[in-house]
């Protein structure tokens, strides 16, 4: 379920995360690149496994949130802001950072002539004094 209140805990949460996301032998590696394949698989198991010790990182519970994301699966967000008290996230769309350099060089431009104009104006005015 996607709506983040059928899970009994943060990982059984993370778990349909991992399955959403393409399954551990996807989710591990990407996770832990210094293992093979198939032992950041069994790690990453391991780790969302209450009977065992591992257990994941914020930065990689916040990259497996991602990852879930982009498989369009929010449940495991959804369950984690559920549990801080705030309402089910919106996913944004993501934006290229192309795009947004394009928009700050948009902003930016209109700016910089403004600014242009202003030097030009007392460096003429200076001129004119003659006090270069």
Do not use: C
Request: without cysteine.
């Amino acid at each position: 379920m996607d709506i983040g209140l059928d899970y009994e805990d943060e990982l059984d949460a993370a778990r349909e995360a991992v399955r959403h996301a393409g399954g551990p032998k996807k989710v591990g590696p990407q996770m832990f690149p210094d293992k093979s394949v198939d032992a950041a698989a069994r790690y990453l198991m391991d780790a969302l496994n209450p009977a065992r010790a591992e257990r994941l990182m914020p930065s990689q519970v916040l990259m497996l949130m991602r990852m879930s994301r982009e498989a369009g699966f929010h449940g495991f967000a959804t369950w984690w802001m559920r549990q801080a008290g705030y309402q089910a996230p919106v996913p944004i769309a993501p934006v290229s950072e192309a795009a947004v350099i394009a928009d700050r060089i948009g902003v930016l431009v209109p700016q910089l002539q403004g600014l242009l104009v202003q030097a030009q104006r007392l460096q003429q005015a200076n001129l004119k004094d003659g006090s270069v």
